[in-house]
């Protein structure tokens, strides 16, 4: 049974969302339950199936029913579709975009996870296994940096979910 953390208290502390951090990580959960699915971009690359990563600032979640949510992309993210959108809120407008506070992870020629920032810089670099080999953090509680280590040893032999 797969399972999740979100370390409220830690959002709270930083002035975050927590029910962002949640609605995130839940919803990942349900996408890719086993963090073991990878889709390759329009680009040829290989991306990690993190489907809320690329929208994930806070700032650009948005509320149901008063609650604020992480906004999510769409399969169009990956490659391009029929879909009039690359993420729920269109806040960004091509593939492979990430939005202001977004980073995804890519598999490297090496066999190598990296982790982008919207500003294209390279966060966490790891090899093969998941060991990291630069010393960076990026994403909610620590719950991505898991998450690096687990698709490195299982993403590129899994099949595309859509």
């Known amino acids: 049974m797969p399972l999740g953390k979100v370390f409220a208290g830690l959002d709270l502390q930083s002035g975050g969302s927590w029910t962002v951090t949640l609605s995130h990580e839940l919803l990942e959960m349900l996408a890719d339950p086993w963090i073991n699915w990878c889709a390759q971009g329009a680009d040829g690359k290989i991306y990690a199936l993190e489907v809320f990563d690329a929208v994930e600032a806070d700032e650009l979640g948005y509320e149901i029913n008063g609650i604020l949510v992480s906004d999510f992309i769409t399969p169009s993210w990956f490659e391009p579709t029929q879909a ?3 993420d729920f809120k269109q806040r960004i407008t091509k593939p492979l975009e990430l939005a202001s506070g977004g980073y995804i992870s890519v ?38 940096e898991e998450s690096a280590a687990i698709l490195a040893t299982s993403c590129a032999s899994a099949p595309h979910p859509w």
């Open 84 to 86: 009039d959108r690359e």
């Open 107 to 144: 598999l490297g020629a090496g066999g190598q996870w990296t982790q982008i920032a919207a500003q294209s810089e390279p966060l966490v670099s790891r090899d093969s296994v998941g060991k990291p080999e630069a010393a960076a953090q990026h994403g909610k509680g620590g719950v991505e």
